[in-house]
């Protein structure tokens, strides 16, 4: 029976650290979405200025 139990409690344990790397894993990819989304915004906005410029030419 405490064998039974060590199995289950270093399973719990392996469990927690896939949990946190995981919830850590898809903050990081949100994160790097969000930078990426901002960058592209930010081409665009540059886009739009260097051709309203041209147009008032």
Do not use: C, S, V
């Not at 719990?12 to 995981?22: G, M, P, T």
């Not at 949100?30 to 930078?35: A, D, I, M, P, S």
């Amino acid at each position: 029976m405490a064998n039974r139990r060590t199995t289950l409690e270093k399973r719990l344990q392996d469990l927690d650290w896939q949990i946190k790397f995981a919830k850590n894993q898809i903050f990081y990819n949100e994160e790097k979405r969000l930078r990426h989304t901002e960058q592209l915004q930010e081409f665009r906005d540059r886009a739009i200025k260097e051709l309203n410029g041209l147009n008032q030419d």
